[in-house]
């Protein structure tokens, strides 16, 4: 069975440009996260979706995020404009209620804003 | 809200040793993993824990909710075990299981 497949694997992008994260979770799961890794920070989550509705944004550091889940089978997560400050590593994570909600991450997207 | 430690924040070791990491939380938890972040960045599932013991292969973890710690053994370490590891729970106990919370972490560096 396939993981949690994230793309792209690395984005180098200018500040004020529009970056989006592509996610897809692992079949079956009914729940789905983004988070965020930095040196200062650490990992911290920033969304969380429960089939397909997000259910907790209180993470999401200002409104040029934002997160959307179409259909159980992907999501995205979105910055714009972009900063210097955004960038790290962006992971998508999945789980399931009915699996022991034991979490799952995805590659990860090591975004730089230049 | 509750809080993860682990400990120690970076070991050395050289191939063949034995090591024992910690993770202390501030709360009642209902669900603990264990995290390897390789070299390559990649996070790995090790184990899921929320009591009890388990055992991989050369790694085992023991969680004693009742006292508020889990510990991750590894024998005999590989190179291959060099990276970070994490230990995770959730940010509200009977919440989410997957909205965990992490410590810091533990940089391990085994040595040919």
């Known amino acids: 069975d396939a993981g949690v497949i994230q793309s792209p694997r690395h984005e180098v992008t200018e500040m004020g440009q529009e970056v989006t994260l592509r996610c897809k979770p692992i079949?079956?799961?009914?729940?789905l996260f983004w988070y965020r890794q930095t040196m200062m920070r650490g990992l911290e989550l920033l969304i969380y979706?429960?089939?397909?509705?997000?259910?907790?944004d209180s993470g999401m550091p200002e409104d040029r995020f934002s997160a959307k889940m179409p259909n159980a089978s992907f999501s995205t997560l979105k910055i714009q404009p972009s900063e210097p400050r955004d960038s790290a590593v962006y992971f998508c994570?999945?789980?399931?209620?009915?699996?022991?909600?034991?979490?799952?991450f995805g590659e990860g997207s090591r975004l730089t804003v230049l | 809200g509750i809080q993860v430690e682990q400990s120690p924040p970076d070991l050395i070791l050289q191939e063949g040793a034995n090591s024992t990491l910690r993770c202390n939380f501030s709360?009642?938890?209902?669900?603990l993993q264990w995290f390897h972040q390789n070299p390559w960045g990649q996070l790995i599932n090790l184990f899921y824990?929320?009591?009890g013991t388990k055992q991989n292969g050369r790694l085992s973890a023991t969680t004693v909710a009742t006292e508020r710690y889990s510990l991750l053994y590894i024998s005999s370490s590989q190179t291959t075990d060099s990276g970070v590891y994490f230990c995770?729970?959730?940010?509200?106990?009977?919440?989410?299981?997957?909205?965990?919370?992490f410590g810091k972490g533990t940089k391990l560096s085994v040595k040919p």
């Open positions: 079949s079956g799961h009914d729940y």
């Open positions: 995770a729970v959730p940010l509200n106990y009977g919440g989410s299981q997957g909205n965990l919370i």
């Open positions: 709360d009642s938890v209902n669900n």
């Open positions: 994570a999945s789980s399931s209620r009915q699996n022991t909600g034991e979490l799952f």
């Open positions: 824990i929320p009591s």
């Open positions: 979706f429960n089939n397909n509705v997000p259910i907790d």
